[in-house]
């Protein structure tokens, strides 16, 4: 460092420090006015800021600032508020009929969305997400084929209390005869009326002998027309929609060692209203009945 003078730089007019440092000299460019204006300003907020917000450790914790905020007890306000918003919709499903519910386009709204989440945790494992169903004896919902019924309340008797769980005395209850592993039919005559049954849904040549048998066995649950019966938790069978596959292999099968699939109750497990729009939601997807 060497002389002290200022002076003005001759290429571009702008004064220097007097700082030179081997013949380089420092230029004396000042911050801009717009960027000093910030940086007072950043003081001033990050020194209010520290006053009235929790800001600093401190030995014991941190300092609280003057307003008491705390982050944690903002979260809690805003869960209590949505708690307090939601228990009136809570409420409002609980004490309207389900009948009512799909009339009333909010309350359905809510229905449906509630509903949508409650089977995506409890019921898509065994029916499917979308309620398609899956392989094996789980039924899609959405469609309009009801092995227990579409109705409302169908489907709300379905849910609360499930299907052969033999641990909710109200669950829907009735069981297929083991026709072949029971010897009430010979195997010839099973696959004589497994063949009847492929005819019903227009899947291959009628069995007369078939006919006859499913006359004599079947019809008690299965319908004259083989159209089913939800009382009894009978499924169709001339739609072509199987809970354990078409083929006559799988019909042997059913008509030799029915499978009885169980669905568990739900009363124990879910809220009332949680059933009541779970119901709703079901009912809405398969257009109901
Ligand atoms: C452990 C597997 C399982 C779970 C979980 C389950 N289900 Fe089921 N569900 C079944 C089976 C199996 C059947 C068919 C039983 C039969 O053969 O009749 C069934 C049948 C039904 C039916 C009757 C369908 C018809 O055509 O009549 C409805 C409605 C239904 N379930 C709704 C639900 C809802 C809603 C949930 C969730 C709250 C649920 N299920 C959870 C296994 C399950
Ligand atoms: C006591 C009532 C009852 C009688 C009698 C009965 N079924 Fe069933 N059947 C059912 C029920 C309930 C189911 C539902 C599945 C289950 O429980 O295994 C069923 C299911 C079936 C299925 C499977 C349908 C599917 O979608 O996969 C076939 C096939 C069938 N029955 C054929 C017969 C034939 C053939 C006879 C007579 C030899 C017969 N059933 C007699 C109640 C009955």
């Given at each position: 460092?060497?002389?002290?003078e200022?002076?003005?730089?001759a290429?571009?007019?702008t004064?220097?420090?007097?700082?030179?440092?081997?013949g380089?000299?420092?230029?004396?460019?000042?911050?801009?006015k717009w960027?000093?204006?910030?940086?007072?300003?950043?003081i001033?907020?990050?020194?209010?800021?520290?006053i009235?917000y929790?800001?600093?450790?401190?030995?014991?914790?941190?300092?609280?600032?003057?307003l008491g905020?705390?982050?944690?007890?903002?979260?809690?306000?805003?869960?209590?508020?949505?708690?307090?918003s939601?228990?009136?919709?809570?409420e409002?499903?609980?004490t309207?009929p389900?009948?009512?519910?799909?009339?009333?386009?909010?309350?359905?709204?809510?229905?449906?969305?509630?509903?949508?989440?409650?089977?995506?945790?409890?019921?898509?494992?065994?029916?499917?997400?979308?309620?398609?169903?899956?392989?094996?004896?789980?039924?899609?919902?959405?469609?309009?084929?009801?092995?227990?019924g579409?109705?409302l309340?169908?489907?709300?008797t379905?849910?609360?209390?499930?299907i052969?769980?033999?641990?909710?005395?109200e669950?829907?209850m009735?069981?297929?005869?083991?026709?072949?592993?029971?010897?009430i039919?010979?195997p010839?005559?099973?696959?004589?009326?497994a063949?009847?049954?492929?005819?019903?849904?227009?899947?291959?040549?009628?069995?007369?002998e078939?006919?006859?048998?499913?006359?004599?066995?079947c019809?008690?649950?299965?319908?004259?027309?083989?159209r089913?019966?939800?009382?009894?938790g009978?499924?169709?069978?001339t739609?072509?929609?199987?809970?354990?596959?078409g083929t006559?292999?799988?019909?042997?099968?059913?008509?030799?060692?029915?499978?009885?699939?169980?669905?568990?109750?739900?009363?124990t497990?879910?809220?009332?209203?949680?059933i009541?729009?779970?119901?709703?939601?079901?009912?809405?997807?398969?257009?109901?009945?």
């Open positions: 460092m060497m002389a002290q200022k002076e003005v730089d290429l571009t007019g004064e220097t420090t007097g700082h030179e440092w081997d380089i000299r420092e230029l004396n460019t000042p911050l801009p960027w000093l204006w910030v940086f007072y300003v950043t001033v907020f990050a020194v209010v800021y520290t009235l929790p800001a600093w450790p401190w030995f014991n914790g941190y300092t609280h600032g003057i905020y705390s982050s944690r007890a903002a979260v809690r306000d805003r869960i209590d508020e949505m708690a307090a939601r228990a009136h919709w809570v409002q499903i609980e309207t389900m009948s009512e519910i799909v009339n009333d386009p909010d309350l359905l709204q809510i229905a449906t969305v509630g509903g949508r989440a409650v089977f995506a945790n409890n019921c898509a494992p065994c029916h499917g997400t979308g309620a398609t169903g899956r392989p094996g004896g789980y039924p899609a919902l959405v469609d309009d084929d009801w092995i227990w579409g109705t309340d169908a489907i709300h379905t849910v609360m209390h499930g052969r769980n033999g641990a909710d005395p669950a829907r009735s069981e297929m005869p083991a026709f072949g592993a029971d010897g039919l010979t010839q005559q099973v696959s004589a009326v063949e009847h049954v492929l005819a019903l849904s227009g899947a291959g040549p009628d069995n007369e078939g006919a006859q048998i499913f006359a004599e066995n019809v008690a649950c299965h319908g004259e027309l083989g089913g019966n939800n009382e009894l009978a499924p169709n069978l739609d072509q929609i199987w809970l354990y596959g006559k292999a799988d019909i042997v099968h059913q008509v030799t060692k029915p499978r009885q699939g169980v669905m568990p109750a739900w009363n497990r879910l809220s009332d209203a949680e009541k729009q779970v119901t709703v939601y079901v009912h809405s997807l398969g257009g109901g009945q």
